[in-house]
């Protein structure tokens, strides 16, 4: 897998708890629903597996009964910028600048852990990722791959008058997940307000600048760690979907995954998803998706359950292998119904060799190609297609692209 600027063995790795996250190395299906989804998985040995996955099968699907009209503001871009702030005695979230100390003092009490179970296997008792409630009515950002696969997600809160006490848990709802952005948006409820965190701007940071993060490495809920800003704008190369990252040196392990990254005025400008290592002689190299990047897709998440700017072609299919004597290109395995590409002809079996004159060899051909159009683009695929006899031809096939949904 390609890594821009660095080492040949160097790796990327989400640090979801080890446990409950089974990572596949599949080197011949790809699903290009979306355009195709790249990601990494980890476990607390921190091995590198490569997924190339259907989005259908391994993001929670939202339920079908959410009432998604009148969202809270902080899903208003402009509402955004403009957000009162969380409930609390103290009134952060201005141009003030805390210390770590009153960071965690003030907005501790955001950060939730997260629990899942998945079809057939019973609920883990540890708690295995973070999340951010940004409402008071109890959204929450987390980590798609902190959730992936789960039949149920449960919330653990801590109860705010008695640090003492329990702490209250809470089955969610999966308002929806994005594997390619790594993002999932989460809804817990109850009468009484949730503690809630501002979303900040992120493109406010600078390198050098002291961030925060408050998440629940290894189960060790509400560990709060300090580092700085040590780069902006990181492409790590997982996918083309993959959103720009902050790379901090404030330490981060597994279970902090979905953790807020706050700056020193109390507001989010990350939410935490990997780390890089090489053997045990690299440390704290961390990573948060940019929050202000981060912000379209979980508003589109929490208002329809998927990205609806995302174009898709609408097939899934798998890498054609010529050392085995295939042709080299991508096979159509299937054609989503009532879909352009369906419309337009193209069936199971065409094999895909360009898509507007660039060729496909690969999946991550397609997904190089598919993240540049938009919804609602006419594409050009020239397919070899086989009759009955064994005989081929080469064939241009045009159809728009539609939304991921």
């Known amino acids: 897998m390609r890594r821009k600027g660095m080492g040949k063995f160097m790796k990327r790795v989400y640090i979801k708890k080890k446990g409950k996250f089974k990572t596949v190395l599949i080197t011949c299906l790809a699903t290009v629903v979306f355009g195709g989804a790249v990601g990494l998985g980890g476990s607390q040995l921190l091995i590198e597996a490569l997924q190339i996955t259907d989005n259908f099968q391994r993001n929670p699907t939202p339920r079908s009964d959410i009432n998604r009209d009148n969202l809270p503001d902080v899903f208003n871009s402009t509402a955004a910028a ?17 210390t770590a100390e009153e960071i965690y003092e003030m907005l ?70 994005d594997s390619p952005s790594d993002l999932a948006v989460i809804k817990i409820e109850r009468d009484e307000p949730f503690s809630y965190a501002k979303i900040g701007n992120s ?70 998803n990997s780390k890089l290592v090489y053997g045990s002689q690299l440390d704290n190299l961390g990573f948060a998706i940019s929050i202000t990047e981060a912000m379209p897709i979980i508003t589109e998440l929490t208002s329809h359950g998927f990205v609806t700017s995302r174009a898709m072609l609408g097939i899934t299919g798998r890498e054609l292998s010529p050392m085995y004597g295939e042709p080299e290109g991508f096979w159509v395995e299937t054609v989503r119904p009532g879909t352009p590409a369906a419309e337009s002809g193209l069936s199971r079996g065409d094999i895909i060799i360009s898509i507007n004159g660039e060729k496909v060899a690969v999946a991550s051909d397609i997904q190089s190609i598919m993240k540049d159009l938009n919804v609602g683009d006419v594409v050009t695929v020239r397919v070899i297609r086989y009759n009955n006899f064994g005989e081929s031809q080469e064939l241009d096939i045009k159809f728009a692209l539609t939304s991921a949904e």
């Not at 403009?82 to 805390?98: A, H, K, W």
């Open 108 to 177: 501790s009490d955001t950060v939730v852990g997260i629990k899942t179970a998945s079809m057939g296997i019973s609920e883990t008792s540890e708690v295995i990722g973070s999340g951010v409630v940004i409402s008071e009515d109890g959204f929450i950002i987390t980590c798609a791959h902190v959730i992936d696969g789960a039949s149920k997600v449960v919330v653990v809160v801590d109860d705010y008058d008695n640090p003492n006490a329990l702490p209250h848990e809470y089955e969610a709802t999966v308002y929806g997940s």
């Open 203 to 272: 493109s406010d940071l600078a390198p050098g600048q002291t961030v925060v993060a408050i998440g629940n490495p290894v189960g060790l809920m509400k560990t709060v760690t300090q580092g700085i800003v040590s780069g902006l704008q990181r492409d790590l190369g997982d996918n083309p979907y993959m959103l720009p990252s902050i790379q901090t040196d404030a330490a981060l392990n597994p279970g902090n995954s979905g953790c807020p990254l706050f700056n020193m005025r109390g507001e989010i400008v990350g939410i935490v």
């Open 82 to 98: 403009e957000s009162p702030g969380l409930p609390s005695t103290r009134s952060p979230l201005s141009s003030t600048q805390y």
